[in-house]
């Protein structure tokens, strides 16, 4: 989500660096919205109580109900392309924040060959200060690394099935070569993903990323999860909020329409796109999970839920020159289940 749509000012000046600032706020948002959701047992993942405390004010039903479909949606999508590539792949998480996603595959035995995650020196810095210091989430990695030391310095990991990696995004040159420094085998079926991360970014430079990937690998997906239908008054009322933090959304150009929002993957490289408003993919995930999580808090306000889920989308294109039957992914497919 717009990390928090109804967020109260914090005060900023403008620079570069501020802007840059405020991008990585975006990173504490989505892991206290995650962690609240959790708490209330929207879904499981043991692991987010490590790397934010449970937040003192409570999130709106609705918000809750749209961190779900996020989440599920992305976890289905990613799955689906794990499963039909048998984990002979790898993933790379752009601008992954605090994100738990290589526990969960660790413990649902779906590791990929390598798990790689971006994000700027200043976050990785402080995630990898997390994982050292709590003992559930570095075991996970000492388990699944065969020699004896780890790579750790400031602002990178490397172990042999998951590697932190500090980088600006926008530099997409340095970004594929410290990618393949740390073991990026352009051969393999790799996954990309981007949660709430190219909006942050001009519509260049996300044109840019999202260009690389579909000329280096000749089986992939990208997986792109953000704001859509930002054209109207909900949409100008969520980019006035982040505004007023110092946060400004430089791609949202790209987020205007679904159809904007496809055509930027086959402008760029990509054979095949597919894109769904989440109030789609909300109606379109397992009913009766919905209908579960739908009993955890009353919501009073449907039409608010609809609104707010209809302005996120979810967009996956695909790359499928060795026939994986990847491009076959669709939401409600077999794969799903
Ligand atoms: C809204 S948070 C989402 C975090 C994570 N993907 C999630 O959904 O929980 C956006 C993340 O993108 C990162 N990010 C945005 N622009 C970036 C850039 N140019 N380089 C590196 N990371 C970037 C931010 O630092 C932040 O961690």
């Not at 530099?171 to 990026?184: C, Q, V």
Request: glycine content about 4%.
């Amino acid at each position: 989500m717009n990390e928090n749509p109804m967020a109260t000012n914090h005060s900023f000046t403008g620079s570069d660096d501020t802007a840059d600032e405020a991008v990585r706020s975006t990173c504490d948002d989505a892991t206290i919205c995650k962690r609240f959701a959790v708490s209330k047992k929207y879904w499981k993942d043991p692991y987010i109580q490590y790397f934010t405390k449970q937040p003192n004010e409570s999130k709106a039903p609705e918000i809750n109900r749209g961190y779900y479909a996020r989440v599920m949606a992305v976890n289905l999508l990613l799955d689906a392309f794990i499963k039909k590539t048998n984990c002979n792949c790898q993933v790379i998480n752009l601008g992954a924040g605090l994100d738990t996603m290589f526990w969960r595959l660790k413990d649902q035995n779906m590791l990929p060959i390598k798990y790689f995650e971006v994000d700027f020196p200043a976050i990785v810095m402080r995630k990898i200060h997390l994982i050292k210091t709590k003992s559930p989430l570095s075991i996970s990695i000492i388990e699944t690394h065969s020699s004896s030391g780890l790579l750790i310095d400031g602002c990178s990991m490397d172990s042999d099935r998951y590697a932190i990696i500090g980088q600006d995004l926008r530099d997409h040159p340095t970004l594929l070569e410290r990618l393949k420094r740390f073991g990026l085998d352009t051969k393999l079926p790799t996954l990309l993903l981007t949660e709430c991360v190219l909006v942050y970014m001009t519509p260049e430079q996300s044109a840019g990323l999202i260009k690389w990937p579909s000329s280096v690998f000749s089986t992939s997906m990208f997986i792109n999860y953000e704001q859509v239908n930002m054209t109207d008054r909900f949409g100008q009322v969520m980019i006035e909020n982040l505004q007023r933090r110092q946060c400004s959304l430089a791609g949202v150009d790209v987020c205007q329409t679904l159809e904007t929002q496809k055509e930027r993957f086959l402008l760029n490289g990509w054979d095949n796109a597919n894109v769904l408003d989440m109030m789609t993919v909300y109606n379109s995930l397992p009913q009766a999970d919905v209908h579960g999580i739908e009993q955890l808090e009353f919501l009073d306000e449907k039409e608010l839920l609809q609104q707010l889920l209809q302005h996120y989308c979810i967009c996956w294109a695909t790359k499928d020159s060795e026939d994986y039957g990847i491009a076959d992914i669709m939401f409600g497919a077999s794969d799903f289940h």
